[in-house]
């Protein structure tokens, strides 16, 4: 079954899970906005929330706006923090050169998806344990076979 979190909301248009198991629910802009080729927009959406403490809120881009039209979200995971009560916003990116972007209010722009999060206590040692990937990364295993 679903772990389902209750989250106190304001919003005139608030998200909405396409699929009963989704785990992103689509964000809607509450404004419009013109994105011209390769730039970019803050976007509000109206949406303010109020996360249980532990939890964390992540805004992500769409696949269809990505695939079809290059839209993004410029800082993707967009971080909003549990304690945050202001408005959540998203920053698309128009990565497509030739072609401007138009939104309109009630347009599904980006995504949210809920989770709880660890926070670290940091204990600084001389030396960290020993791995099997060690410091190795940024393309060591290769991309073929
Ligand atoms: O895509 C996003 C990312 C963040 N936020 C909100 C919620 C988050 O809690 C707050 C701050 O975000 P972040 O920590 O990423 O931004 P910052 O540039 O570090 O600002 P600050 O100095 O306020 O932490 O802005 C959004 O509405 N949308
Ligand atoms: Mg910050």
């Known amino acids: 079954m679903t772990d389902v979190v209750e989250i106190p909301i304001r919003a005139e248009l608030p998200p909405n899970y396409a699929h009963a198991d989704d785990a992103g629910a689509d ?16 976007i509000g959406t109206g949406v303010s929330i109020a996360l249980p403490e532990g939890y964390a809120a992540f805004v992500v881009p769409r696949s269809g706006l990505a695939a079809k039209h290059g839209i993004t979200v410029l800082n993707a995971p967009g971080t909003v923090d549990a304690g945050y009560r202001g408005e959540i916003k998203v920053t698309l990116l128009n990565t497509d050169q030739e072609h401007e972007f138009r939104v309109e209010v009630g347009d599904r722009i980006a995504q949210v998806v809920f989770t709880p999060v660890s926070r670290a206590v940091f204990a600084p040692v001389a030396e960290l344990p020993d791995s099997e990937r060690g410091a190795k990364g940024f393309g060591s295993t290769g991309v073929r076979g």
């Open 27 to 42: 964000l809607r802009a509450a404004e419009s906005a013109v994105l011209a080729p390769g730039g970019r927009a803050l």
